[in-house]
């Protein structure tokens, strides 16, 4: 598709954002990721302009996310969905398949 026959965005839609490799580059190691803090903004404008229809999404931990984003308590799912943290703030593990 090119970016001219893009949908208009609709406040309908909700937005999964992927960290490492898409809003951040990917690191040496995953320590060495540091957030700029206008992307940070970026973030907390998009969730405030979807009345919270923004989620992370990372095969980090949710603790690590955390690390990344500081007093930023996004819904999230962690380690490829194995953790998930819902828009009320409740984390929910699921079994990691054998």
Known sequence: MRPDQAPVPSLAWAYFLDIDGTLVPLAG???????DPGLRRVIEALHAGTDGAVALITGRSLSDVDRLFPALRLPAAGQHGVERRDAAGRIHPHPFPS
């Open 29 to 35: 190691s995953p320590g060495g990721v540091r957030i």
